[in-house]
């Protein structure tokens, strides 16, 4: 990686008029702001298919991408746009409603004078497995679980029989991949073309309601009914004390091993396409895992089961990977500290945590290696005007700055971004709400919460900010 700062931003939380952001023109005007500050980065999050909340984390495919993100105003005329009343004011289930309306009718606009023979043919390993689970779990209306025994099994009679009588809906869910992937295309080619990498993520984790699930079933912990024997979650951390039950599948890495595991080679090689780097989310699972069984409602009866360790990172080498970081935040043990020095890889840092009640915090800015990526503080975090409401924790912050406790909050967040930069570490990532000194109300997500999450939307002023000049001169003068 070279030296640099980044911006995080989720694709979603772009401006645009319809309130909720995509591949439009506010995209590249967002690429033109990075490159004027000097930015070499941006980290977007997962491009995979939300689930109902917003969330990327939660995808119903490892390798598909949202079609919220494919902008219309590309291929529709105003009136024709109008005439679906898509406008900020909607909420998000009735957004999805009337874009999803919108895009059906993209499709029956443009697809026969489309050719996506080609994009079927570099993706034939995943896109037709994706299609027929997404016309299954419309018409069924239910996740992979929950579908009747007959079509349970991707090679039964009745699924046989029910992909012959619905080609034009399993070709409708391929269309919209390919203008996805069209347009991600031609915005990555351009934020590149202006000296921006991307950043993107990928979840460790599938969703229970997952083509994964349908079509890979020998990848997964199951039983003899489809049905999983442990599911993820996590034991108490730096996020949630008492732990989080995550509800997904777990992986059968024995099974994986005799595959040289080539599910989670494809998975990275297909992403790799996508991101110019990729951050491993909860990065330790691969070096042992939380398992608790499958219908538990706590995380108290969960094991830890030893993972794939080095042994995967061997494979993602034998194939060219090289492009990762690793999400190694939480509490994390000497055995999962090893595993990341023995791959060679960045880990994260993130500065909020040095101030936080851990006496020991591996966080502090002294500490910072040069082979990491730091934070103020990720999409997990409170925004750092937010952190600073909480008075113990300033007052650390300023203690170790040797600043006054009586400094304005939005002046600390300043010396916080100076100081981060400042750091060894090669990368640095600041969240755009942080250079905007906005406070908790513009948090993007909260663990272990179900409201208010991932609806953060950026101002369409944002480049009006006083501050972009300082921060200029700033990334400029730390050779970032």
């Known amino acids: 990686m070279e030296r640099g700062c980044g911006i995080l931003l989720p694709i979603s939380a772009l401006p645009n008029e319809y309130g909720f952001g995509c591949f439009s023109r506010e995209a590249y005007e967002f690429v033109d702001y990075l490159s004027e500050l000097g930015m070499k980065y941006w980290q977007i999050l997962p491009l995979g298919i939300v689930d109902d909340v917003g969330s990327p984390y939660s995808s119903v495919s490892a390798f598909a991408g949202e079609p919220l993100y494919i902008d219309i105003d590309k291929i529709l005329s105003d009136d024709e746009i109008s005439f679906f009343k898509l406008d900020r004011s909607l909420s ?19 697809y026969y004078a489309t050719n996506i023979d080609k994009f079927i043919e570099e993706n034939d390993k995943w896109i037709y497995d994706y299609a027929i689970y997404m016309v299954l779990k419309d018409e069924l209306g239910v996740g992979f679980t929950k579908f009747p025994k007959e079509y349970k099994d991707p090679e039964s009679p009745e699924t046989i029989e029910y992909i012959k009588t619905h080609s034009e809906e399993i070709i409708y869910h391929i269309f919209l991949q ?5 347009q991600w295309k031609k915005l990555k080619d351009y934020a590149n073309s202006k000296g921006i990498k991307i950043i993107g993520d990928v979840p460790i984790y599938c969703s229970m309601d997952s083509v994964d699930m349908y079509a890979s079933k020998k990848n997964f912990m199951l039983d003899e009914n489809g049905l ?4 993820s979650g996590v034991p108490g951390d730096y996020f949630n004390p008492d732990g989080q039950l995550w509800n997904n599948p ?33 990065f330790r699972g691969l070096e042992s895992f939380f398992a608790v069984p499958y219908g538990d409602k706590t995380v108290k009866n969960g094991v830890w089961i030893k993972g794939p360790g ?7 080498y034998a194939n060219g990977i090289k492009n990762l970081i690793l999400e190694d935040l939480g509490d994390i043990s000497y055995a999962v500290k090893a ?4 791959t060679g890889l960045a880990g994260m840092k993130v500065m909020q945590f040095a101030f936080d009640y851990n006496t020991k915090s591996t966080h502090m800015p002294h500490d910072y290696e040069k082979n990491s990526v ?82 953060y939307k950026l101002d369409s002023n944002y480049a009006d900010s006083q501050y972009g000049e300082y921060l200029k001169e700033l990334i400029k003068n730390k050779n970032r």
């Open 178 to 182: 390919y203008l996805f992937f069209s």
């Open 339 to 342: 595993l990341r020095r023995r």
């Open 228 to 231: 999983p024997t442990y599911i």
């Open 310 to 316: 080095m042994d995967i990172f061997e494979e993602f």
């Open 374 to 455: 730091a934070y103020l503080g990720t999409h997990d975090n409170d925004t750092f005007m937010g952190f600073l409401e909480n008075i113990e924790k300033k007052n650390k912050f300023c203690e170790y700055f040797h600043i006054s406790k009586d400094t304005p909050n939005d002046v600390v967040t300043k010396i916080a971004i100076e100081n981060l930069l400042s750091t060894n570490s090669v990368v640095c990532i600041l969240q755009m709400q942080d250079i905007l000194f906005q406070g908790s109300e513009a948090r993007i997500n909260t663990p272990g919460t179900c409201e208010g999450n991932w609806i």
């Open 92 to 110: 998000f289930p009735e957004y999805k409603k009337r874009k999803m309306e919108a895009l059906r009718y993209c499709f029956s606009k443009l």
């Open 250 to 282: 777990l992986y059968d890495y024995d099974y994986m091993k005799k595959t040289n595991y080539d599910w989670w080679v494809n998975r990275i090689k297909h992403l790799s396409k996508l991101y110019d780097l990729i951050r491993i989310d909860h």
